[in-house]
């Protein structure tokens, strides 16, 4: 895999929760803002996490004498280094300062990967500003070019924004994990299954995603899963991805699943009780 296979998913948009504001230049009665966007250095550990998680890391050193904490931080993607400095806040004690630090310098590689890039693109914004909260009275909407394909819709950033807070809600505690986990393949697999009788009693049914091809993304993530994690030969991983997909008959390549299949795949190798299904599939161990 090169790094080019992977520009579009390091460039891609961020969901619009992720984007943050902070003002760039204030009115002489600081009442109005010109708001600059910004993705925090978690946003950009969870992309690089999900586009390529074990094929980055970053290392950072503190810059001594520098008037400001100052870090020279160095982002490595799939064996190609980008190097930037980032700069701590004086004003807080010395551990915290290096953190920020740390953090700006990885936003600022991360950025000559083309990571959150098109922030830079969005048109200046003045807004209302409460200087008391230090924050914009009402947040800027993004314009459609620079928000993910899944929020471009009607509803799109609420539905994002609840599927999110569902996922901060869920318990701590692994066996009611795997309890929600279960309900929700289920409810799954009753929607998907009730389309298909839909279909076949003549109904319309609108073309969905279910129908469509693996795509590429889809078809990458299942083979790092299934070839890095598990020790298995071809023929063994293509019958092992055919069970998980409930295929009856073994799959000769795995550009034959729908996405749907795919991601369904996909969330059962993850899933809290992968281990389980592993056994009742006839013991494949994960690689250590």
């Not at 600059?36 to 950072?60: E, G, K, N, S, T």
């Not at 630090?101 to 200046?124: E, N, T, W």
Request: hydrophobic share 35%; net charge negative; charged share 25%.
């Amino acid at each position: 895999m090169k790094l080019s296979d992977l520009r579009n998913r390091l460039q891609a948009p961020f969901s619009a929760h992720l984007v943050h504001w902070k003002p760039g230049a204030l009115s002489r009665n600081k009442d109005r803002a010109l708001l600059m966007a910004f993705i925090d250095a978690r946003a950009v550990q969870d992309r690089l996490d999900a586009v390529c998680p074990d094929d980055w890391h970053f290392d950072a050193q503190e810059v001594p004498s520098a008037k400001v904490p100052t870090v020279r931080g160095t982002l490595t993607v799939l064996g190609v280094s980008r190097t930037d400095f980032g700069e701590g806040d004086p004003t807080t004690g010395a551990g915290d300062s290096y953190k920020a630090a740390c953090s700006d310098a990885l936003k600022r590689c991360a950025v000559q990967f083309g990571i959150g890039r098109y922030l830079y693109d969005l048109p200046r914004t003045w807004v209302e500003w409460d200087e008391q909260k230090r924050a914009p009275r009402t947040t800027p909407e993004l314009p459609v070019w620079a928000r993910p394909e899944h929020e471009r819709g009607p509803g799109g950033t609420h539905l994002t924004q609840a599927l999110e807070q569902l996922r901060q809600e869920l318990p701590e505690d692994l066996e009611l994990q795997r309890t929600v986990y279960k309900h929700l393949v289920a409810a799954l697999g009753a929607l998907h299954h009730s389309g298909r009788e839909a279909e076949s009693e003549g109904d319309p049914v609108a073309p969905t995603t279910s129908e469509a091809p693996i795509s590429k993304a889809t078809k990458q993530r299942l083979a790092q899963h299934v070839t890095r994690r598990w020790n298995l030969e071809r023929t063994e991983r293509l019958a092992f991805v055919s069970w998980l997909a409930e295929r009856e008959e073994v799959l000769a390549s795995t550009e034959q699943l729908t996405e749907a299949e795919g991601q369904r795949v996909l969330a059962r190798l993850t899933a809290p009780d992968s281990a389980e299904l592993m056994a009742r599939y006839g013991g494949v161990e994960a690689v250590a």
